[in-house]
């Protein structure tokens, strides 16, 4: 079965720096996956998205890198900025690719 | 499109009770799933729709867990009767088709005492 790790329950980082968020997984049958930006008492927010045809994919202050051959994706936010603060989950393919597996999340606060 | 909608946003009931969650996907989109979220397991999916028919609820915890879609715009996921350890956030997702990304409601808190 799909299994997905953030190794870091949370972060801190100061505001202007860069936040790197870590993920890990173990199946690579489909290579497509999420991060979701998640808010306290919200559900949550789709962020960015790659697939295997990319191995990074921007979007403004964020960035998702995604190395393949060690079954390892990053999000990268700069400048980090205090609104940045939330949960942030990482999501890969099931075993069937019909839907998503979701990590445990980062709490990332950004300090001003 | 006002996205996923879910009632109530919370609920309290007492053991022993029946409680049903109610959620709206948004319009168009063809599969809906339901996720339960606690400290312990996090986001955990329960069960998942496509074209209204349930095709996997291999998450349901038990039998006591039951879900329902009896139309592309409304489902339901009840709890009879409900036990103190099923408190958590459920959360309704809906997405375009499936294993694309789901967009999700604001959740329904529920606390059983």
């Known amino acids: 079965d799909q299994q997905v790790k953030q190794n870091s329950p949370s972060l801190s980082v100061q505001e202007g720096r860069i936040s790197i968020l870590n993920c890990d997984y173990t199946?690579?049958?489909?290579?497509?996956f999420l991060w979701y930006k998640k808010y306290p008492a919200e559900g949550p927010t789709f962020l960015i998205s790659?697939?295997?045809?990319?191995d990074k994919n921007e979007d403004g202050r964020f960035t998702v890198f995604l190395n393949k051959s060690a079954k390892h994706l990053s999000l990268h936010i700069v400048p980090s900025q205090p609104g940045d603060s939330a949960v942030y989950f990482c999501a890969a393919p099931d075993n069937y690719g019909q839907n998503f597996v979701f990590g445990p999340g980062t709490r990332l606060s950004v300090l001003p | 499109d006002a996205g996923v909608i879910q009632s109530p946003r919370h609920e309290v009931t007492e053991m022993g009770q029946e409680v049903t969650l109610r959620c709206k996907p948004i319009s168009g989109h063809n599969s809906l799933f339901w996720y339960r979220q606690t400290m312990m397991r996090g986001l955990e999916l329960l069960i998942y729709f496509n074209n209204n028919v349930p095709i996997d609820d291999s998450g349901m915890p038990e039998d006591r867990f039951s879900a329902k879609m009896p139309n592309a715009s409304f489902s339901t996921l009840k709890i009879q009767p409900s036990e103190p350890r099923d408190s958590a956030v459920y959360f309704c997702a809906s997405s375009l088709l499936q294993g694309y990304e789901a967009f999700f409601g604001q959740g329904t808190r529920l606390t059983v005492v």
């Open positions: 790659i697939s295997s045809i990319k």
């Open positions: 199946n690579s049958m489909f290579d497509y």
